[in-house]
């Protein structure tokens, strides 16, 4: 307990600033009222998020592909602010593979373009800002790879290398870049997966598990649910293409991905997704449904005793959903998409106050 | 034209100005680059480049004894590709198949050795009715999906070998439920080995089947390279020859850009050294039968160049064992037309500074050695060749004037002195020699004042006066140095000149300015700020006695050349002590030996480099700031021999 205490005391201090300065309720609601992308902007700069939208403002680009890119930022910063003090080599790794999902879309967008014969110009607006710290891959020679081929054969040595060299094979015999667009983001999750199971401290550990396998769960149901009911692809090939990690059994997976339909598929849900996703019709919807279960569910992490790592893994996955969530109302407000705000942000950010515990629970609005 | 091109070609020597750059050219009347004989130079290079890279030809480029004529050989050159082609196409398109076949055969057999522990029969496969069948490559953390997608068909995965990160799987199911497995093992990457239809037996005598076939294969792969070896030896020098000649007509008609055209009238007009002009108006009266206008023009008579708006290239032209400094020149700028070249003094400081900090007969062979191994293997290098050759020679004669060999001191005695035993001596020296530099460097700026007609400098502290002044006090060092202390009536000698001449400093710019202003006055208004007397005389007060200080400290940099003499005889003292303690452990063997060895590397590395770049910021700053302002423009020949490489 002492050695947990001493470990964790200076990094919890630190996260636990960072999750208070996650936005109120009431800054939600004065964000969904703005009038237009300028009002929103000017808002949110009087949040925790100014710097990053002086950024924006300053750059004069205010489409709402460059706010994600400036926004992600945010984010990528208290990426940075816990790898620095994070206390040993295994907990660092979980939290670079948490990482690693923005580099494998920086990654697959670089392929993509590779792929279309499109130059970086053209795409570095889409890419996510990261630094050495955050990803080691060499994008600059990357760019330098004249085709898809030489950009795998570049890969080899990273750990992305043996199963694009697999899918590039599929690339070929379908003409699409669809599977290694998917081979690279099962990659990363296996990644995550023996990034958690390599945490070597038991509590760290059932914490984090906690926390990691409900993500993936969520991210799981929503991707099997996507593949099979928008893109029409098999059951055999949504599973196939499932991501590692989580709580769902592989078998549990299937039945998902036999599913008829997508309420058929919320019927097979575990009891508390199943409770949260009831009555949504569309996939949007159910991932809105998930991603509130998994923020009450990911609030356990900050309450009881608090050294151990599930703290910053849930701080950061929950920061994650707070910054998709602002990105969605830009473009909402950014394309004048007339939607509500709960269909763009998870209800619990619309509901519950900054308490840590979710106690002194503040009405939106 | 074509024949004036290339004469101008062979004489190399001529700096193009152009055209379009001014009147006439502003004027419309370019000559223009002919674009349909670019095309056809650049389709020859191509041709060429593929000939060259398919019969893997390599070795030295030939040097051209004659310019090209472009309009003209173009012609032969495309005849003679041509021809060329034909008879190397054959060969080449058998060579191609052959490796093809050779490499077709060489990654079945591979293929189907990962079916090697199955054994199957490949007869038997092919009359399997109801059954689908296919063999390939799985990820083996895909696996559990894998079997877990397939689970609602009748299938069976047969693994025939795995190892750390994949297997090589059998897939099998039922003819009606082939989508069903084909579309699983797509999304699981499943790599298919593709095995051509119609192989008979099992998978050990196909192999050992197309293993027979090898050897046939190989013979005629090995066939169409000899032929391939011996169309290289025909063509190689032919072709490389035409090569550097489509590269220099190239350039020749890339050239004509610059060009003046008036009809059928071309103008060329460009800087030349004036000693070969009579030769270059020669050959191109005779190869124009006379139907050419060839003047020159002096620098001084072109309105432009007095005013300073065309710069006149410079064109370092020094001898050989000096001409590779110029690089160093070149690095800190490029000295305008009428200053003085230092290259010349650069060099030779270079070399004595270099021999007084590095002096050891050892180290200067080892040294001129590695200088004459890059002046005769490294062509690219080879003026570094002769700066290390240089080098050497400077450190082995101090090496004989300090007495030392490989830091050995008892070899051979000491003509002059040893710097470690002689050190204040060896000092006064080291500053002798910045004086004597310094001075260089002040004449040389009166020389370049001179030139330039710079006179409103000469009282400042860069001209004479400062010049002067520097004398002054260095004489009075040196004359308290070796004769003792001045006597009275020299002090105050001294005090009197240099007080005048420290006035002369302070005054000199205010003066001026009160003067111009004065010869300005009335003439225009001037809008800017002018600067105040009062504020320009502390101005000069403040650079006077930061003049001074300069001079005092440039001189005592010059103690570093002595500081590294002894650092390079007391690394010697600490090698030897090295060795010494190695010897007292094991005795004088190989290990005393290989320290001394290691120790010598060390230094000659180390220190070389310390001592080179040492050099080159005295250069730089205590001599070249003396006087070279820089901002020329470099000679740009029309051709030189790197580009046509």
Not at chain 1, 161 to 179: K, N, T, Y
Not at chain 1, 308 to 329: D, N, P, W
Not at chain 2, 211 to 216: D, F, G, I, N, T
Not at chain 2, 309 to 323: A, C, D, E, G, T
Request: aromatic share 10%; glycine share 8%; net charge positive.
């Amino acid at each position: 307990m002492l050695r947990a205490a001493l470990k964790y005391s200076y990094l919890n201090a630190k996260t636990r600033t960072m999750h208070a300065r996650r936005l109120k309720p009431s800054d939600w609601h004065i964000l969904e009222t703005t009038k237009d992308p300028p009002a929103f902007l000017r808002y949110l700069s009087s949040t925790p998020y100014a710097p990053w939208v002086s950024r924006l403002l300053s750059a004069r680009q205010q489409d709402h592909e460059q706010f994600e890119r400036f926004i992600f930022a945010a984010l990528f910063d208290d990426y940075r602010k816990i790898i620095r003090s994070i206390p040993d080599n295994d907990s660092l790794g979980l939290v670079r593979a948490l990482a690693a999902r923005f580099e494998a879309e920086n990654l697959k967008i670089v392929l993509r373009a590779l792929f279309s014969g499109l130059k970086k110009s053209q795409v570095s607006h889409l890419l996510y800002p990261l630094d050495q710290k955050l990803s080691s891959l060499p994008f600059n020679s990357l760019w330098k790879q004249d085709s898809l081929g030489d950009a795998v054969k570049f890969l080899a040595e990273t750990v992305y290398g043996p199963m694009l060299r697999h899918a590039l094979s599929q690339v070929d015999a379908q003409g699409r870049i669809f599977p290694l667009e998917m081979a690279i983001d099962i990659v990363c999750f296996r990644q995550i997966n023996s990034a958690v199971h390599g945490v070597r401290s038991r509590r760290d550990r059932t914490s984090v598990v906690d926390v990691v396998n409900s993500y993936v769960d969520v991210v799981n149901i929503c991707h099997v649910a996507r593949i099979r009911f928008v893109y029409g692809l098999s059951a055999e090939e949504a599973l196939n293409y499932s991501y590692s990690g989580g709580s769902l059994t592989i078998k549990g997976l299937h039945a998902l991905a036999r599913a008829k339909n997508l309420q058929a598929l919320i019927k097979l849900l575990p009891l508390g997704m199943r409770l949260a996703a009831e009555g949504t019709e569309d996939i949007p919807g159910l991932r809105m449904a998930l991603e509130d279960w998994l923020l009450r569910r990911m609030r356990r992490a900050f309450l009881g005793y608090p050294f151990h790592l599930g703290v910053q893994v849930a701080h950061l996955i929950e920061k994650e959903i707070e910054v998709r969530s602002l990105v969605r109302l830009f473009q909402a407000k950014a394309t004048q998409y007339q939607m509500s705000q709960a269909e763009l942000v998870p209800g619990i950010l619309l509901k519950s106050g900054d308490s840590l515990g979710g106690e002194g629970v503040v009405q939106a609005g | 034209m074509s024949r004036v091109m290339g004469i101008l070609g062979d004489f190399k020597l001529l700096h193009l100005i152009n055209i379009s750059e001014t009147r006439l050219g502003k004027l419309g009347y370019s000559a223009g680059v002919p674009s349909d004989l670019l095309d056809r130079y650049d389709n020859v290079l191509k041709s060429i480049a593929s000939l060259v890279r398919e019969l893997e030809i390599k070795g030295p480029v030939p040097a051209l004894e004659k310019a090209p004529i472009p309009d003209k050989d173009i012609f032969y050159m495309e005849e003679t590709l041509a021809d060329m082609e034909n008879q190397v196409s054959g060969c080449l398109v058998r060579g191609r198949e052959a490796a093809k076949e050779l490499v077709k055969t060489e990654e079945l057999i591979s293929r189907l050795s990962m079916l090697g522990p199955a054994d199957i029969d490949f007869e038997r496969l092919s009359r399997l009715r109801f059954v689908y069948c296919t063999f390939g490559v799985l990820p083996a953390d895909n696996m559990p999906r894998l079997e877990e997608s397939l689970s609602d068909i009748h299938h069976s995965l047969i693994t025939i070998s795995r190892n750390r990160d994949r297997f090589v799987l059998a897939a099998f199911c039922l003819n009606e439920d082939r989508e069903v497995l084909e579309r699983a093992l797509k999304s699981a990457f499943f790599k298919e080995i593709e095995i051509p239809s119609g192989l008979k037996g099992t998978v050990s005598e196909v192999i050992e089947g197309l293993k027979e076939q090898l050897p046939a294969l190989e013979r005629k792969a090995h066939q169409a390279r000899e032929e391939k070896e011996a169309f290289r030896e025909r063509f190689q020098k032919a072709l490389l020859l035409m090569r550097e000649k489509a590269f220099m007509a190239r350039l020749l008609l890339e050239a004509q850009s610059k060009f003046g055209k008036i009809d059928h009238t071309y103008l060329v007009t460009g800087w030349l050294p004036i000693e070969i002009f009579p030769r270059l108006k020669d050959a191109i009266m005779k190869a124009t039968r006379g139907r050419a206008i060839v003047e020159s023009v002096d620098p001084e008579d072109v309105r432009e160049v007095r005013e300073g708006i065309v710069k006149i290239p410079i064109l370092f032209n020094n001898p050989l064992l000096i001409r590779p400094f110029e690089k160093l020149t070149s690095l800190y700028g490029t000295p305008s037309y009428r200053e003085v070249e230092p290259t010349v003094f650069l060099a030779l400081s270079f070399v004595l500074l270099f021999g007084m900090m590095f002096g050891d007969v050892g180290h200067g062979l080892v040294l001129f050695i590695a200088g004459l191994y890059v002046f005769r293997r490294l062509y690219r290098y080879m003026d570094y060749g002769i700066i290390l050759m240089e080098c050497g020679v400077s450190s082995m004669v101090f090496g004989v004037l300090y007495g030392s060999i490989f830091g050995v001191e008892d070899i051979i005695p000491a003509i002059w002195l040893h710097p470690m035993k002689d050190i204040n001596r060896f000092m006064m020296f080291s500053v002798y020699i910045g004086v004597g530099m310094i001075s260089l460097g002040f004449i040389l700026n009166i020389i370049n004042m001179l030139r330039t007609r710079n006179f409103q400098e000469f009282l400042s502290a860069g001209g004479v006066v400062g010049a002067l002044l520097y004398w002054l006090l260095a004489g009075l060092g040196i004359r308290y140095v070796m004769a003792g202390p001045p006597a009275p009536v020299e002090i105050m000698a001294a005090k009197v000149i240099s007080a005048v001449l420290l006035l002369v400093m302070i005054v000199e710019r205010p003066v001026r300015a009160i003067l111009r202003r004065r010869r300005e006055r009335g003439k225009s208004k001037s809008t800017r700020a002018e600067q105040g007397i009062a504020s320009m005389v502390i101005e000069s007060i403040i650079e006077a006695l930061d003049s001074i200080i300069g001079f005092l400290a440039n001189t005592v940099s010059f103690v570093r050349v002595a500081a590294f003499a002894l650092t390079h005889a007391a690394l010697f003292a600490g090698v030897f002590a090295i060795a010494d303690m190695v010897a007292q452990g094991s005795g004088r063997g190989a290990g005393y030996w290989l320290t001394l060895v290691a120790g010598n590397i060390v230094i000659i590395l180390l220190e070389g480099m310390v001592v080179s770049i040492q050099i080159i910021r005295l250069e730089y700053y205590e001599f070249f700031s003396k006087f070279f302002r820089g901002g020329g423009r470099p000679f740009q020949p029309l051709v030189k021999q790197e580009e046509v490489r």
